[in-house]
C-alpha cells in the first residue's frame, strides 16, 4: 500500500514550457487535491476532485488544469509555466464523508520555474 | 471569508520546556481544526483534530470558540518535536470535504 505517489520529486522547467505533475493514490479515496507550499504562505488548494470526471477549482487555480478520468489519478498539468508557479506541490486525498478531514499527502514535487 | 492566522514563524525552545503554537481562524459556520506536521524529509501528516478531543505524541489543542482560537500545546518539549506545524481549518458542510485552509505554518526547533 504505497499511499499517495508523486511524480517527478524535482523539475526545472524554462517559462513557457508545459508539463504534468502525476498524482496517484491505491487507497481508493473519492476525494483528491493538489495543493502548493510557499514560505510564509502556508498551503493553499489549486484544484480538487469530489470523484471520478467531478473537478473543481480551489483558491489558485489560475495557470492550472486537471483531470480525472479514474478514482486512482488526478495530474495537474501547466500549460504555460511562469516564474511565479515555483513551488513545492502536494498531492492528497481522503476518503468522502463527515469528520474525514485527514487528508493523506504525497512527498511532493519541487517545481523550479527560470 | 475562512482564514487561518499562525502569528509565529520561528518558535525556539529548550527541551523539557513547554511549547504553546498558536493558532486563530476567522469562519463563519462551525469549523473542523486540525493541526499537521511536516517532520524533515517526511510527508505531511495529520497530528491531531479538535474534534477527536486526544493527545497525540504530548500534543494536545482546545479548541476556543469565543476567541477563536485552536493552539497547540505541549508541557516538554523534545528533539523530535522540532518540525513545520500547520494549523487548519475546514468546514463541515458537504461541499468541504477535503478542502483545507492552511496556516502559514511555525516553525518549530528544539535544542538541547
Known amino acids: 500500500n504505497a499511499g499517495v505517489t508523486q511524480t517527478p520529486k524535482f523539475q526545472v522547467l524554462k517559462t513557457g514550457q508545459s508539463m504534468t505533475l502525476q498524482c496517484a493514490q491505491d487507497?481508493?479515496?473519492?476525494?483528491m487535491s493538489w495543493y502548493r507550499q510557499d514560505p510564509g504562505m502556508g498551503l493553499r488548494l489549486i484544484h480538487y476532485s469530489v470523484g471520478a470526471g467531478i473537478t473543481d477549482q480551489g483558491e489558485v487555480p489560475n495557470g492550472y488544469n486537471v483531470s480525472r478520468s479514474t478514482t486512482e489519478d488526478f495530474p495537474l498539468r501547466l500549460l504555460s509555466a511562469a516564474p511565479s508557479q515555483t513551488s513545492v506541490y502536494f498531492c492528497?486525498?481522503?476518503?468522502?464523508?463527515?469528520?474525514?478531514?485527514?487528508?493523506?499527502f504525497g512527498e511532493g514535487s519541487r517545481l523550479t520555474v527560470l | 471569508a475562512q482564514r487561518v492566522t499562525q502569528p509565529e514563524k520561528l518558535l525556539s525552545v529548550f527541551k523539557g520546556a513547554p511549547v504553546e503554537l498558536k493558532c486563530n481562524y476567522s469562519y463563519s459556520g462551525s469549523p473542523e481544526l486540525f493541526w499537521y506536521v511536516q517532520y524533515s524529509r517526511q510527508r505531511l501528516q495529520l497530528l491531531l483534530r479538535?474534534?477527536s478531543r486526544e493527545s497525540i505524541k504530548g500534543f494536545t489543542a482546545d479548541l476556543n470558540k469565543g476567541e477563536t482560537s485552536f493552539h497547540l500545546k505541549k508541557p516538554f518539549a523534545q528533539e523530535e518535536d522540532s518540525a513545520m506545524y500547520y494549523c487548519a481549518l475546514s468546514g463541515m458542510t458537504t461541499d468541504s470535504w477535503g478542502k483545507l485552509q492552511f496556516g502559514a505554518g511555525t516553525q518549530v526547533v528544539v535544542t538541547p
Open positions: 492528497a486525498s481522503n476518503p468522502r464523508g463527515p469528520n474525514t478531514g485527514e487528508l493523506f
Open positions: 487507497m481508493n479515496h473519492e476525494y
Open positions: 479538535h474534534i
